[in-house]
């Protein structure tokens, strides 16, 4: 059962460049989480999605950030116009559920490494 | 709004000592707490989790975990570190809804 799939592990962007990340949860899993690991800042919740829904995008930036969970195919955060702060790593993670039941446990996957040169 | 809070950033133990990371969290209702581990240039993994019951839960590696419902903590303990614990960990507690909240992380440098 192949876990949570993230490509590409590692992407390096100009400032100004489109960054693309892609997520393919656990089979079976229908709720993806975007995450974000700063240096000395822990894991910071960007946004939850369901298939074709934005559930909860509270810890997306205004501007720039983005997010989907098409029907088919995996779930993608697009970054446009990169800058220097957006060098980070991006963290997916999946659920087979939501809520304090005891099948909501997130899985994650490898994470990609963004650098803005 | 519901927090989590790891006192120690970075913890140096040698092989063999026992270890113990705090994690308080700031939230009065039901809770799911989880410990993850992340080795260098790896990905967060489960260690433990908690949802109900016993509130001393046994993870892998031989970690375990205590849920201290008054005191709303929830330490990662080990009686005895090896190098290759050297990672860091992240306490992590869900509220009821989809957000999990993680705490800052510890990290842990484990002397050969």
């Known amino acids: 059962n192949a876990g949570v799939m993230q490509n590409p592990r590692h992407l390096v962007r100009r400032r100004g460049q489109e960054a693309r990340l892609r997520c393919s949860p656990m089979?079976?899993?229908?709720?993806v989480y975007w995450y974000r690991q700063l240096p000395e800042e822990g894991l910071k919740f960007m946004v939850y999605l369901q298939k074709e829904n934005i559930i909860d995008e509270s810890g997306m930036p205004k501007e720039r950030f983005s997010a989907e969970f098409p029907k088919e195919g995996p779930s993608i955060l697009r970054i446009q116009q990169v800058v220097r702060g957006d060098s980070a790593a991006y963290f997916c993670?999946?659920?087979?559920?939501?809520?304090?039941?005891?099948?909501?446990?997130?899985?994650f996957g490898e994470g990609s490494w963004l650098t803005v040169v | 709004a519901q927090s989590v809070s790891q006192h120690n950033h970075h913890v140096i133990l040698s092989e063999a000592a026992s270890l113990e990371l705090g994690c308080n969290y700031s939230y009065g209702g039901t809770v799911n707490l989880f410990w993850y581990v992340q080795y260098p240039g790896q990905h967060l993994q489960l260690l433990l989790k908690y949802f109900s019951g016993d509130p001393l839960v046994k993870g892998i590696k031989g970690f375990e975990a205590e849920f201290i419902k008054s005191k709303f903590s929830f330490n990662l303990r080990k009686p005895s570190v090896q190098w290759s614990d050297t990672a860091e960990y992240f306490c992590?507690?869900?509220?009821?809804?989809?957000?999990?909240?993680f705490g800052a992380g510890t990290r842990l440098f484990v002397k050969a």
């Open positions: 993670a999946s659920s087979p559920s939501s809520g304090t039941s005891p099948g909501n446990t997130i899985y």
């Open positions: 992590a507690v869900n509220t009821g809804g989809f957000k999990t909240i």
């Open positions: 089979k079976g899993h229908s709720h």
